[in-house]
């Protein structure tokens, strides 16, 4: 018998190109989700992240997690690009990991170039 609705981390477990972003969601193989999303080689993840906080170390540990399938992150922080921490800029290039902040479309975009031409790309986009 169900004891109650269970809340788990949102993911889900394939490579989907991104179909639309916008209103602080993005839409993606048939479904949507509300807030940001990290787009890496395990899926798409749910990412706690809002347009005017702080983009820490901490924030990246999923992607540090899987650098060794990546080759490329994407970083879309929102309507306005601004910059990755030297911190965050150091550990992904130690792991062999090229990093590019853009604006969120610019980022949806990009992700979805590289993902149709089967590049080890992946992303982390703030929801607008």
Not at 19 to 32: C, H, K, Q, V
Not at 100 to 111: F, I, K, L, N
Request: charged fraction near 20%; glycine fraction near 10%; proline fraction near 6%.
């Amino acid at each position: 018998m169900a004891s109650g609705i269970e809340i788990r981390a949102a993911h889900y477990p394939g490579r989907p190109p991104i179909d639309a972003y916008g209103n602080g969601g993005f839409r993606f193989a048939d479904m949507s989700h509300r807030g940001s999303i990290l787009c890496l080689p395990s899926g798409v993840h749910g990412w706690d992240v809002v347009e005017d906080q702080p983009l820490t170390m901490d924030l990246f540990e999923r992607v540090l997690a899987e650098a060794g399938d990546i080759e490329f992150l994407l970083v879309g922080t929102g309507t306005s690009i601004r910059p990755l921490p030297a911190e965050l800029k150091t550990a992904l290039r130690a792991a062999n990991v090229s990093s590019d902040p853009m604006s969120t479309g610019a980022a949806v975009r990009t992700y979805n170039v590289m993902l149709a031409e089967s590049r080890a790309v992946a992303a982390a986009l703030i929801a607008v």
